[in-house]
């Protein structure tokens, strides 16, 4: 059972521009939504998170939009760079005290075209 | 400030043989995790330790994995008669609880190749 959804896939993007990566969520009882960047052969960075209290949270070029009433976020990344080229990964974590794993989408692999 | 570190990065084995990872956390974290990744996929959560107390086993984690935490700070994670399903990325993170977002830092990972 496939707890959060991402899409696309994959995703090309002209350097310069806005990249989009959606994911959607069926738990309501997560209350916790990370950003993690993969590159190849590397374990996931933590890029950026945002709780369900705020719907939007921005870090630098990085922003997470939250929708709670359609349990939906997504990542904006602004002024896409070649060094933004990597795997993306949405993650969801329940407020259940003593639930502490994390659950991934299935991953978005972006290339930015210089 | 170090970060995760796994050991080793890589394991070539044979089907059938045992084979150990470890984990150093980053200093002072007393929350460890460990997750399996494979090819394309996010990782998925296996197991995680609240100082050296197992709080949390996914049912991915069959009788052949065991993950200790015997003093509170490093990990290991055992895999008995490895199978070829068992290849995968083998991911470590920690936390550090009651911080206001728990935020989990991950290791390089170890990556197995079951032959």
């Known amino acids: 059972q496939q707890q959060v959804k991402q899409s696309p896939q994959s995703l090309i993007v002209q350097k310069g521009g806005i990249s989009i990566i959606n994911c959607a969520y069926e738990n309501t009882a997560f209350d916790y939504f990370p950003w993690y960047q993969q590159f190849p052969g590397k374990g996931p960075a933590l890029l950026i998170a945002?709780?369900?209290?705020?719907s939007e949270k921005k870090e630098g070029r990085f922003t997470i939009s939250f929708n709670k009433s359609a349990k939906q976020f997504s990542l904006h990344i602004m002024d896409s760079q070649p060094g933004d080229s990597a795997t993306y990964f949405c993650?969801?974590?329940?407020?259940?005290?003593?639930?502490?794993?994390?659950?991934f989408g299935q991953g978005t692999r972006l290339t930015i075209n210089p | 400030d170090t970060g995760v570190s796994q050991d080793p990065r890589h394991k070539i084995t044979k089907r059938g043989q045992n084979v150990t990872f470890r984990c150093d956390p980053i200093?002072?974290?007393?929350?460890l995790y460990w997750y399996r990744q494979t090819l394309g996929q996010g990782p998925e959560f296996l197991t995680y330790?609240?100082?050296?107390?197992?709080?949390?086993k996914s049912r991915l984690l069959s009788d052949r994995f065991s993950a200790e935490r015997p003093k509170g700070s490093f990990s290991t994670l055992e895999i008995q008669r490895t199978e070829q399903g068992d290849s995968a990325m083998y991911l470590c993170?920690?936390?550090?609880?009651?911080?206001?977002?728990?935020?989990?830092?991950f290791g390089p990972g170890t990556r197995l190749t079951v032959l």
């Open positions: 993650a969801a974590k329940s407020a259940i005290q003593g639930a502490q794993k994390l659950v």
């Open positions: 200093s002072e974290h007393n929350r």
């Open positions: 993170a920690s936390s550090l609880a009651l911080t206001p977002l728990n935020e989990q830092f």
């Open positions: 945002i709780r369900p209290d705020v």
């Open positions: 330790f609240q100082n050296e107390a197992q709080l949390e």
